[in-house]
């Protein structure tokens, strides 16, 4: 009865380890480790807002984790807005709104991503307000001169 268990024993190893082999080394095929299609693909982050020459890398989250092929396509809906490699980095040209899609090589899944290109303000100035505040009386009226560098920036400013 005693070797009965230990052939049953040296069976039941060997089967784990002749498992463990056939897929790959990375442990038996019997305890999840088969290969996994992908079920959907996200950007992270889904918003993002960047200035003009500035760089930002997007990255991918797939479903399930462990999916076999995560190779993915980057692409911009207005290279003029912004641009992205195929690693998924984003570089703002100019002043917009774009979106930014990752396609899924596996099942040609696809996310969105949602890219804001803004021009920083280099300098702003209001010409009769030296000192940054203004002191008026109730009732009264004042109009504010201001200069705002780089130029262009001015035409996308609300006060």
Same mark, same amino acid.
């Given at each position: 009865?005693?070797?009965?268990?230990?052939?049953?024993?040296?069976? =039941? !190893? $060997? =089967?784990?380890? !002749?498992?463990? %082999?056939?897929?790959?080394?990375?442990?038996?095929?019997?305890?999840?480790?088969?290969?996994?299609?992908? &079920?959907?693909?996200? +950007?992270?982050?889904?918003?993002?807002?960047?200035?003009?020459? &500035? $760089?930002?890398?997007?990255? $991918?989250?797939? &479903?399930?984790?462990?999916?076999?092929?995560?190779?993915?396509?980057?692409?911009?809906?207005?290279?003029?807005?912004?641009?992205?490699?195929?690693?998924?980095?984003? !570089?703002? +040209?100019?002043?917009?709104?774009?979106?930014?899609?990752?396609?899924?090589?596996?099942?040609?899944?696809?996310?969105? %991503?949602?890219?804001?290109?803004?021009?920083?303000?280099?300098?702003?100035?209001?010409?009769? %307000?030296?000192?940054?505040?203004?002191?008026?009386?109730?009732?009264?009226?004042?109009?504010?001169?201001?200069?705002?560098?780089?130029?262009?920036?001015?035409?996308? +400013?609300? =006060?």
């Amino acid at each position: 009865m005693k070797r009965a268990g230990k052939t049953f024993l040296t069976l =039941l !190893l $060997t =089967l784990f380890v !002749l498992a463990a %082999c056939s897929s790959g080394g990375d442990g038996p095929a019997f305890f999840g480790n088969q290969p996994a299609a992908v &079920e959907a693909v996200y +950007i992270d982050p889904e918003v993002v807002m960047i200035g003009v020459g &500035e $760089t930002m890398s997007l990255s $991918t989250v797939f &479903e399930p984790a462990n999916a076999t092929n995560q190779n993915v396509t980057w692409q911009s809906d207005d290279d003029g807005v912004v641009t992205v490699n195929a690693e998924g980095e984003i !570089l703002g +040209i100019s002043s917009g709104l774009t979106t930014v899609a990752v396609t899924s090589e596996d099942g040609a899944f696809t996310s969105l %991503c949602t890219v804001r290109v803004i021009v920083p303000v280099e300098e702003f100035s209001i010409a009769n %307000c030296p000192d940054g505040y203004v002191v008026m009386d109730k009732g009264t009226a004042m109009t504010l001169n201001f200069t705002i560098e780089p130029e262009f920036v001015a035409t996308h +400013i609300r =006060l």
